[in-house]
């Protein structure tokens, strides 16, 4: 069946160090790939997103990047703060989905001062 | 501007009665999402307006939900004969258009159905 897979273990991380989230798919040729950030309460806030065509892209502390031959996208946050503690999900749409993004369960991020 | 809103916040019910949900999208967005979100899972597709049609409506679970966007802006999904399991957040969204545009998403309603 086709799925979405992230760690649904919580990643605890020391302030200042990089933390890397992961997101695996499987049975999907997706055309584009989004990360969101949620907090408790609240609904998901975007964060990046990377075409198909794209290995990486960047934005501030941000870096995501994408390997559709692994079926992978690696999310990573350098100099990670307290502040970045939260709840990351990873989004896909296909090909096929018609603009339908189907999302990952969510991988909770526990950055300690 | 202001962001999406979503009314109201919680919404308790007893099993068996009509509710609905309303979200506001940012003007000038014409897609328009509704996803519902159980704890510990990520959002759940139930459908998306571009403009005033349902563009898809393939994640609703079966004919007691029902979603509108009359005039292209508001939106109401609508629950008949609410049953416990439909107890969850219910997210709106809403993007400049579909596609490979950020969602902005609305704070959500919490349904618990007793």
């Known amino acids: 069946s086709q799925k979405i897979e992230q760690n649904s273990e919580a990643l605890n991380i020391q302030e200042g160090k990089t933390a890397t989230l992961t997101c695996n798919y499987t049975?999907?040729?997706?055309?584009?790939l989004q990360w969101y950030r949620q907090d408790p309460g609240r609904g998901p806030v975007f964060l990046l997103l990377?075409?198909?065509n794209e290995k990486e892209k960047r934005k501030e502390r941000l870096k995501v990047t994408f390997d559709t031959t692994l079926k992978q996208s690696l999310f990573h946050i350098t100099a990670s703060q307290p502040a970045d503690s939260a709840t990351y999900l990873c989004?896909?749409?296909?090909?096929?989905?018609?603009?339908?993004?189907?999302w990952g369960a969510g991988t909770k991020l526990i950055i300690k001062p | 501007g202001a962001g999406v809103s979503q009314t109201p916040s919680n919404k308790v019910t007893e099993k068996g009665k009509y509710v609905e949900l309303r979200c506001d999208p940012i003007?000038?967005?014409?897609?328009l999402y509704w996803y519902r979100q159980s704890l510990g899972q990520g959002p759940e597709f139930l459908i998306y307006?571009?403009?005033?049609?349902?563009?898809?409506d393939s994640g609703l679970p079966n004919d007691r939900f029902f979603a509108v966007r009359p005039e292209g802006s508001v939106s109401t999904l609508k629950i008949q004969r609410t049953e416990r399991g439909d107890s969850a957040v219910y997210l709106c969204?809403?993007?400049?258009?579909?596609?490979?545009?950020?969602?902005?998403f609305g704070p959500g309603t919490r349904l618990t159905v007793t």
């Open positions: 307006f571009q403009g005033t049609g349902a563009a898809d």
């Open positions: 003007s000038g967005h014409t897609a």
């Open positions: 969204a809403s993007s400049l258009s579909p596609g490979p545009y950020e969602q902005y």
């Open positions: 049975n999907y040729s997706p055309a584009y």
């Open positions: 990377i075409r198909e």
């Open positions: 989004a896909l749409d296909t090909l096929d989905s018609n603009y339908q993004l189907i």
